[in-house]
């Protein structure tokens, strides 16, 4: 089980942070796959992975451990809110 990514969530490798979402989750949009992502390293990029039971208007939603497409890994903040993996 994991939590979820959501929008100023951070990248743990480089660092940097996600840009976009939907959906709140305690105020803060959730994150999917394909959403936007500022790495400290490689630039703009976006979520390459997602839940495959965990879906937003047919995306699938980003989850702690997740990786981008420049290969940093996502963190979220909120490690008490859980997903299916």
Known sequence: MYAF??????????GGKV?????????????????AVRCNLHGLTEIA??????EFDGRPVALHGHRCSCGCTLVSSMPDTLAAS
């Open 19 to 35: 840009l976009e979402g939907r959906y709140l989750c305690d105020d803060q949009p959730i994150a999917c796959q394909g959403d």
């Open 49 to 54: 992975e997602g839940s495959d039971l965990v």
């Open 5 to 14: 990514i959501r929008q100023g969530d951070s990248l743990r490798e480089a």
